[in-house]
């Protein structure tokens, strides 16, 4: 089986920074939608037009993640044709982390 994390939107961001050596600092944000398994069978067929139905609705919430480790949960928002996040829940970071 794979493991399929298709909605996966990836953004590069650099944030002003009142400390000038971290406004040069990049860190690449993911936001997941959702998940879904599939045999690699399927997988190796995909093509344009294909849909890979996932693990969620659009009212649940997504995973924000920041060079891969989880920092946030939001939900998507639609105005027009143009795609945001709004961030509900700051996790709490993990131990040993900065």
């Known amino acids: 089986m794979v493991i399929w994390n298709h909605a996966i939107l990836h953004l590069s961001v650099q944030v002003a ?4 050596t971290l406004d040069k600092v ?4 993911m936001v997941v939608l959702g998940t879904t398994t599939m045999p690699i069978h399927q997988v190796m067929r ?3 037009g294909a849909i890979i139905e996932l ?6 919430e997504v995973k ?4 891969t480790l989880p920092i946030a949960s939001g939900v998507v928002l639609v105005d027009r ?3 945001a996040v709004e961030v509900k829940q700051m996790l709490p970071k ?4 900065r």
Not at 17 to 20: E, F, R
Not at 55 to 60: F, L, S
């Open 94 to 97: 993990l131990p040993g982390a």
């Open 26 to 29: 990049s860190v690449d944000l």
């Open 46 to 48: 995909l093509s344009r």
């Open 64 to 67: 924000i993640l920041a060079n």
């Open 81 to 83: 044709n143009r795609i």
């Open 17 to 20: 920074s009142p400390v000038p």
């Open 55 to 60: 693990d969620a609705t659009e009212a649940d």
